[in-house]
């Protein structure tokens, strides 16, 4: 898909004030669904994980979820809200081929959640309070695989699959209010709030928070207004992106794409919008609808949702750290600098490297690996980089090298073998013979055959050349395809030159 005639960045920031607003949806990982007994697990072979509610069959009954209230009531409660003494449910209707009762129960005028702010911090050092409308509960809607086309999507598309397995998975969506003041760092305020939303759920329990599972999704809105204009500029909505990079890139080439469309004299139009990896481009999707069009009305098989004081109060004593005074304890507990700590917040590592360092890392580990070959390959395969191994493997490889099982190299190796799934790290040493040789008996044979070849190299160690050891460490090296610890066989050169 070509992309659309885009303003240069800083001169639509000359023109225009973004304006931004961000609706995430968050899964609950509870045991089964919001309404029914199905069971509410990712990856099941398809329409295997369903209820007869799920389908939408004539004669079934919603039962709310009682887990996943407290869930949603925990998630309002970190995010600085009230909580509602009463709130209810309602039918959102619309055309929805993968919900089998054609609307969703969710959240109306009565949310469970409300006015709350999260703090979040820029790699620049700029704090922003992101001001919370409401947090509120719904269920999820299925899954549609188009076939028949070249690119996947329903567009081309041939026919398409419907998956009924995530209907009915339980959904926190939370609506920020418009932000302002956030100029040409919108696109990062975006990403970082997500970020920052993420770590929240993690540490609450409430959610696997694995964006490419779909557990995290971001509907990113954007609309423009003329420099000293007070009206809003339309806003369009780009749906479900589900990577921290895409809600940067897409917010920003929409600030692009309407300031072009804008100065040229045109008009935005108030619709969804698609994101595409692949162009990073956003494509029209359907006119944006408004509350009305959703014929809203309470859900007559549902009571009102009215927790009592006493366990708005018990959640409240269970509540993680807020995310800034978690991030001021790990920086001083890790003994990081002000730059190593931001490289690893900036990476919107924070969580897995806390995690690394419970499994049993140091700090320093962690982050090494966390910030440094790791993200190598998830930029080169175009992945957020805590999708590609979980703390305890990356734990598990620090410990291995720890321990001299492996070199920073061959435990390179490891690693490419734990993003291709190839399963733990020690399973991977057993299976591709990675181990470092330990053995000195094998390494003092490898190091008089390279002296062999380079018969000279002990007489000028004697002499003082210590550097000409090199060449009898990499002929070692190569032989023992890089399993051999380097400074080891260096000692060894050196008590050979020694002793004779």
Known sequence: MAKAALMDYDRALELFEPVIGLEVHVELNTKTKMFSSSPNSFGREPNTGLAPLDLGLPGTLPVVNGEAVKYSISLGLALGCSIAESSRFARKNYFYPDLGKNYQISQYDEPIAYEGEVEIELANGRV???????AHMEEDAGKLTHMGGATGRIQGAEYSLVDYNRAGVPLVEIVTKPIYGTEGDAPEVAKTYVQTIRDIVIALGISDARMEHGNIRCDANVSLRPRGAEQLGTRTETKNVNSFRSIERAVRYEIQRQAQILADGGAITQETRHWHEDTGATSAGRPKSDADDYRYFPEPDLLPVQPSAELIAELRAALPEPPAARRRRLKAEW???????????N?????EVALTVEAGASPAAARKWWTGELTRLANAAGRETADLATPAQVAELAALVEAGTLT?????QVLEG???GEGSPQQIVDARGLAVVSDDGALIAAIDAALAQ???VLEKIRDGKVQAAGAVIG?????MQGKADAARVRELVIERAAAE
């Open 128 to 134: 922003f309070q992101i001001p919370i409308e409401r």
């Open 335 to 345: 003994g990081f600098t002000d730059l190593e700590f931001q490289d690893v917040a």
């Open 475 to 479: 002929a070692v090296m190569k032989a």
């Open 418 to 420: 734990v993003v291709a």
């Open 454 to 456: 380079q018969p000279d």
């Open 408 to 412: 920073d190299r061959l435990a390179r």
């Open 347 to 351: 990476g919107g590592l924070l969580t």
